[in-house]
């Protein structure tokens, strides 16, 4: 399993128009092969945004990242970027699941 945290920076004056855009490619990631998790997070200081994501294994990451419909978002949003993405990507070996509170 591959883990992804992609650390984006928008600029104020853009945050709207990448949450619109946002909004558009999560359920066509969602349905591609491999995605088992797409979610996007605001980072506590407000000024950052994390895509978390999960793929069954890094082809399917490679696949989803050459999609066209996610070059046709990195060609909208990225001028309203105010700092370079940062991409953490994580191999995972194994997973345990943990009742908190038990």
Known sequence: MILVDAECFIAP??????IREVKKIVPVVRNENGCTRYE???GIS??????????AGR????????QP?????????TPWQSATTKL?????????????GE
Do not use: C, N, P, Q
């Open 13 to 18: 004056e853009h945050r709207g128009d990448f």
């Open 40 to 42: 996007l997070v605001v």
């Open 46 to 55: 407000g000024d950052s945004y994390h895509f978390l994501e999960e793929w």
């Open 59 to 66: 082809k399917h990451l490679d696949d989803h990242i050459a």
């Open 69 to 77: 419909h996610m070059r046709e978002y990195f060609e909208k949003t």
């Open 88 to 100: 953490k990507i994580y191999e995972v070996a194994s997973t345990e699941s943990v009742t908190m």
